[in-house]
């Protein structure tokens, strides 16, 4: 079973910059489409962004512009780049598969607060 680690959350203020990581022990990592969620309180699990194993990457609107997801086949990561964070960005993020297919991880807690 694949185990998804998700690291880099914490608490920023309004405008600041994190990097987020995740770790994907999957033998074929470098053909799956990889995908990093967020879910904030009360509210259902949403798709930010998607990278190909050709390096195609997609975003949400809320997200597009401010983050950036990146792929490393070698050490099987990948990593999503925020900058210019919002209060609403405020969420425990998780990594998987684009249509996710892999038990979740625990996922990493950012907060976007002053």
């Known amino acids: 079973q694949v185990q998804l680690v998700e690291s880099g959350g914490g608490l920023v203020q309004p405008g600041g910059s994190l990097r987020l990581s995740c770790a994907a022990d999957a033998t074929a990592f470098r053909f799956y489409v990889w995908g990093w969620f967020r879910q904030a309180p009360g509210k259902q699990r949403e798709l930010v962004a998607s990278?190909?194993?050709?390096?195609?990457?997609n975003y949400s609107d809320s997200v597009k512009g401010r983050f950036t997801i990146s792929r490393d086949n070698t050490k099987k990561t990948v990593d999503l780049q925020m900058i210019n964070l919002k209060p609403e960005d405020t969420a425990v993020y998780y990594c998987n598969t684009r249509t996710p297919t892999m038990s979740w991880g625990q996922g990493t807690q950012v907060t976007v607060s002053s």
């Open positions: 990278i190909t194993g050709g390096d195609s990457t």
